[in-house]
């Protein structure tokens, strides 16, 4: 069946420095994924939409600047969080819709990266 | 605006007892619901969505396009039922837009 993965699925990393989340759709292709972030008992809360061969878009609020977003792939896509601050920390994740002829059937969501910046 | 709503953060039922979690969304469009759970340590996954009419679990949702409601409903709570539950609502472009969720614990 379809699945999502995301690698790593965790990192912890010094404040400045910049961190790379990839999520890859195994058995399925995906033009666009999303990635959301989750903080501790909140709900997902979606950053930005990732459009293989073109800009991602992000929601407002969100800066576009510190998380960089590259669809480098029908299958991967990675969302760079740069010069990563305490509050970066988050749980971050993936999902990639899955279609059939061409109509959406199901969002698949990946793991999770748990990232914590000291 | 596109929003979901969850009115309760938390709820707690016996087990055997019926469980109804509420979710109301605002959408001017032709809304696709869905709810999605969370068990402890797992990834987020679909539960049902309203353009199957499905059971899935036991549990059903209807869509109550004039009350902007899609309420989750199961008529015996299971243990295994306890878990984080998501409403959401996917928009134009695929996106999803997720409710603050409810944690159900079934006490047994």
């Known amino acids: 069946g379809a699945v999502v993965s995301q690698h790593p699925s965790w990192v912890i990393c010094k404040s400045g420095t910049s961190v790379k989340i990839e999520c890859r759709s195994l058995d399925f292709q995906a033009t666009t994924m999303f990635w959301y972030r989750q903080f501790p008992k909140q709900s997902l809360m979606l950053m930005a939409t990732?459009?293989?061969?073109?800009?991602?878009?992000?929601e407002q609020g969100v800066e576009k600047d510190k998380f960089l977003i590259n669809h480098a792939s029908l299958t991967l896509s990675t969302l760079t969080v740069t010069s990563a601050h305490p509050e970066d920390s988050s749980f971050y994740i993936c999902?990639?819709?899955?279609?059939?002829?061409?109509?959406?059937?199901?969002?698949?969501f990946g793991p999770g990266t748990r990232l914590t910046v000291t | 605006a596109q929003r979901v709503t969850q009115p309760e953060k938390l709820l707690s039922v016996f087990k055997g007892a019926p469980v109804e979690l509420k979710c109301n969304y605002s959408y001017s469009g032709s809304p696709e619901l869905f709810w999605y759970v969370q068990y402890s340590r797992q990834r987020l996954q679909l539960l049902l969505r309203h353009i199957s009419r499905e059971s899935i679990k036991g549990f059903t949702a209807d869509l109550n396009k004039g009350e902007t409601s899609f309420h989750l409903k199961k008529p015996f709570a299971q243990e295994e039922d306890s878990a984080m539950y998501y409403c959401a609502l996917e928009t134009s472009y695929d996106k999803v837009i997720f409710g603050p969720g409810t944690s159900l614990s079934v006490i047994p």
């Open positions: 990732s459009n293989e061969g073109s800009k991602a878009t992000y």
């Open positions: 999902s990639a819709p899955y279609r059939l002829a061409g109509v959406v059937n199901e969002q698949y």
